[in-house]
Structures are given as C-alpha cells and as structure tokens.
C-alpha cells in the first residue's frame, strides 16, 4: 500500500490497498490524538538525521551499531513506535516551513496545512508552527501497525508528550511568510540530540559543572540560534528581522564564553568524541571514524553530532 502524506489537520494519514493507484484515501483514526502518542527522541541509525527519523530506523547508542554508510543520529522529537513505521520511495525534503497542529511535532508528522501569520489555522486548538526538515507529500508504505514496531522496546528515553512547553522542541513563533528555513538535512554526515535543563552563566569547562540549556533562542534557523547563543525569546516579536524564535537542541549557551565567528560560519556534523553528543559537539571535541579514536578509558565514544560550527574560526568575548 503505497500513500501521500496527508496535509488535512483533522485526518491523520492512514492508508487503504488500492491495487491499481498510487495514492490511497484517509480516514480519522483516534488513535492519533495527542494524549496516546508518545515522544520519541532515541538516536538511530540513518544516512542523515532526516532518514533516520523519518524512517524510524534503528536505536543506537553509537556509529558502530548501525550499518555501512550510516551513522548513529540524535533526532529531533517523532512518535517512532506509536505509529506505523513509514518507508519512503525516493523522498524529497518539503519546501513547506509552517503548518498547522496543535504541537509542531503534530504539525511535521501529520503533515498539517500549511500556514503563515496572514493565512492562520482553522481547526480549534491547533496553531501556526515552524516545523523542522521533513517530507511532507512524499509517497510511503506502512510496515507494521501503531507499537508493534521493534524500535518501540526501548522506552528509556521516551515520554508522554506534553505540548508547548519551553524544554520541547515545537518552534514556537507563529510564522512569517518569508521563505527562509530550518537548516536543510541534506549531507550524510551525522547529527543528534540529548537531554536537558535550565541555563546558567558558569565559564568552567568541565562537563561535569557545565549546566545545560534548551532556551528558545532567535537567530535565522535552529543552527544559527544554538551555534551563535542567539537572544532567548519566548515569541517571534522578541527577535531582529530576519530571525525567528527557535527551541533548540540542547547545548552549553551561558556556560561557556560567547564565540565571535570570523566571517560567516559554515555549518559541520563530522563524528566527534564525547561521552554523549552534547559532549562532543557541545565542547567540539575530537573528530573520528570510530570509538578507537576516543578515550574509551574516560567513557568517550565516537558519535553522531548536530549540525555545529565547530570547525568555524572564532575569538573569545
């Protein structure tokens, strides 16, 4: 059974076999609604963060666990395991970056319609998000049913979705109708995600006393705002022209010095050492081929990092 993703706020995309077309019909399913789907964030294997979450590929801890050419990926926020598992035939990535839902990880999986801040929501209770790479309209087959999948088993790192809240990932700002978007996941280097907290203003380097931050923060996409430590916002009118109000991946913003960037940075996600992936990438640590290249001794593995600007030139404030 092949499908298209649905851009219907009130459908969620379900499928029917049809043995002479390409593309199926929708039907409501309740199983769908936001207090049964549960958040996923385990890293997996894929060719690039937009595969492997998209596909719901396999949990890993580290590149060694996944197969050849593909690499061990922290993910942004999905409901691996409380749907079918999706295979795409050749995807493209959506050039839609606002649509509707009532989170923006509703809005990206549903594939709600799309919006702006002159062309709101109809549907009650669902709102404008900026959504991350993903691919909306792209056909799929669906393998499995809503938790049967085997990826579902690891529940250490799941929880039950609570919408809007500032640690999410849900780009909070209602939109613009600029064309500009979320850093594209076009490369095969990798990227991931890790946990989180409140920031503070320590300048230690130890992992250990670092305090991690998840803050919404302005820049002109969630790479820019992480990489840069952009202002916190709560809302899109906190930010310049140009930027909007991002969540981010976690990171070490207020605890490490600000970084001024000479020139314009350029973004990388070459595999780093570290004992987790905010480790390696937060600290830009070691880059590697395997956990050979890493201080096993100290607990570091060679990971998947998210896009960074590691390798860009910078001084110190």
Not at 108 to 137: A, D, Q
Not at 218 to 237: F, N, P, V
Not at 247 to 254: F, I, Q, R
Not at 259 to 265: S, W, Y
Request: proline share 6%; glycine share 6%; aromatic share 6%.
């Amino acid at each position: 059974k092949t499908t298209t993703s649905s851009t219907d706020p009130e459908t969620t995309p379900m499928t029917t076999t049809q043995a002479d077309t390409t593309t199926s019909s929708t039907t409501q399913m309740t199983t769908n609604s936001p207090t049964e789907l549960v958040i996923d964030q385990q890293p997996r294997c894929g060719t690039s963060e937009l595969d492997a979450r998209e596909h719901c590929k396999e949990v890993c801890v580290s590149n060694t666990d996944c197969g050849a050419g593909e690499y061990c990926w922290g993910t942004h926020t999905n409901f691996c395991g409380s749907i079918a598992q999706r295979i795409y035939t050749n995807p493209t990535q959506s050039n839609v970056w606002q649509r509707c839902g009532v989170t923006e990880i509703h809005a990206r999986t549903f594939c709600g319609s799309p919006c702006s801040w002159n062309n709101p929501c109809e549907v009650p209770g669902e709102t404008c998000h900026s959504v991350y790479s993903n691919w909306c309209g792209s056909q799929y087959t669906e393998i499995g049913s809503p938790n049967s999948s085997t990826l579902a088993t690891t529940t250490s790192s799941t929880t039950t979705e609570e919408p809007t809240t500032s640690a999410t990932t849900t780009v909070e700002k209602t939109t613009s109708s600029t064309t500009s978007s979320p850093e594209e996941d076009t490369t095969t280097a990798p990227s991931t995600t890790v946990p989180e907290t409140t920031t503070s203003s320590t300048t230690t380097l130890a992992s250990d006393e670092l305090v991690v931050s998840t803050d919404k923060r302005c820049g002109s996409s969630e790479a820019s705002a992480r990489g840069m430590c952009g202002e916190i916002c709560s809302t899109l009118s906190d930010c310049a022209w140009g930027e909007w109000c991002w969540s981010v991946h976690p990171n070490y913003c207020g605890s490490l010095p600000t970084k001024n960037f000479i020139g314009t940075p350029s973004l990388g996600a070459s595999p780093r050492c570290g004992t987790s992936e905010l480790d390696a990438r937060g600290l830009c640590k070691n880059k590697c081929i395997s956990s050979l290249d890493c201080d096993t001794a100290a607990g570091e593995m060679c990971l998947g990092v998210n896009w960074n600007y590691c390798d860009s030139p910078f001084v110190e404030e």
